[in-house]
C-alpha cells in the first residue's frame, strides 16, 4: 500500500517556540492531506485539510494562526505549532491517500512541550 | 452528518477464543466504512473496508467485518484471537471516496487479549 511518513516522530520543546512537522506521500502525489491530534488513550481528532496550492481548512475550534499548515507541494505537507504551551503537547497524526483509494496515515509526531 | 459510534471501551478475550468489536454508523447517504487498528505511540494500520458489494468483508490479519445495513453495524470480527491483537481499534466513516473525503473516527475500543 501507499506510504505516508511523517518527521520528527518525536520533539521536545520549551514553551513559546514554535515546531514543525512534515508530511510526505512516499510513492503517490496527494493534492490533500489530512491533520489530525490524538491525545492519550483518546480518538483522533480531525484538525484541518491541506490543500496543495491554497489555503488549509480548519475543523471548528481549531485556531488556524496557531496551527499553520502549508501544503507547497503534492508529497509534502507541513503543520507548524506556533508558540508552542504545554497543552499543545499530543501526538499528532497525518493521512492522505490516492483518489478513490483508503486513507494511508503517518507513524505520527509526538510533541511535548516543556 | 456522519459519525460512528463504538459503545465498547475495551474488549477482554482469551487466546484462541472468537472476538467482536463493535461499531455503530450514522450516515446520510452511502456509508464508506474502514476499520483500523493503532498499537503503542504508532499511527494507524488499515485493516479493512466496506465500499459496496459484499456484506462480509476481509482484511488484514485475519480480521473480517460484517456489514449489516438495517442495524447499521459493522462490526469487527476475527474466529480465532491471537495475544498480538491487542490495540486500539477504531471504526471509522468516509463522507466520499475522493482524496478530499473526510474520516470520522469512533472513540475507539482497546482490545486486550489475555494468554
Known amino acids: 500500500g501507499a506510504v505516508v511518513s511523517q518527521h520528527p516522530s518525536w520533539v521536545i520543546c520549551k514553551s513559546g517556540t514554535s515546531v514543525k512537522i512534515e508530511c510526505r506521500s512516499l510513492?503517490?502525489?496527494?493534492?490533500?492531506m489530512f491533520w489530525y491530534r490524538q491525545f492519550p488513550k483518546q480518538s483522533l481528532m480531525l484538525m484541518a485539510t491541506s490543500n496543495e496550492g491554497s489555503k488549509a481548512t480548519y475543523e471548528q475550534g481549531v485556531e488556524k494562526d496557531k496551527f499553520l499548515i502549508n501544503h507547497a507541494s503534492l508529497t509534502l505537507s507541513t503543520l507548524t505549532v506556533t508558540s508552542a504551551h504545554p497543552e499543545d503537547s499530543s501526538f499528532y497524526i497525518c493521512?492522505?491517500?490516492?483518489?478513490?483509494?483508503?486513507?494511508?496515515f503517518g507513524p505520527g509526531t509526538r510533541l511535548l512541550v516543556l | 452528518a456522519q459519525s460512528v459510534a463504538q459503545p465498547e471501551d475495551q474488549v477482554n478475550v482469551a487466546e484462541g477464543n472468537p472476538l467482536t468489536v463493535k461499531c455503530t454508523y450514522s450516515v446520510s447517504g452511502n456509508p464508506y466504512l474502514f476499520w483500523y487498528v493503532q498499537y503503542p505511540n504508532r499511527g494507524l494500520q488499515f485493516l479493512l473496508k466496506?465500499?459496496?458489494?459484499?456484506?462480509l468483508v476481509k482484511g488484514s490479519y485475519g480480521f473480517e467485518a460484517e456489514f449489516n445495513k438495517s442495524q447499521t453495524s459493522f462490526h469487527l470480527k476475527k474466529p480465532s484471537a491471537l495475544v498480538s491483537d491487542s490495540a486500539l481499534y477504531f471504526c471509522a466513516v468516509r463522507d466520499g471516496l475522493s482524496s478530499a473525503s473526510k474520516i470520522i473516527f469512533g472513540s475507539g475500543t482497546r482490545l486486550s487479549i489475555r494468554p
Open positions: 466496506y465500499i459496496t458489494g459484499d456484506n
Open positions: 493521512s492522505a491517500g490516492p483518489p478513490g483509494e483508503t486513507q494511508y
Open positions: 510513492d503517490f502525489q496527494a493534492t490533500t
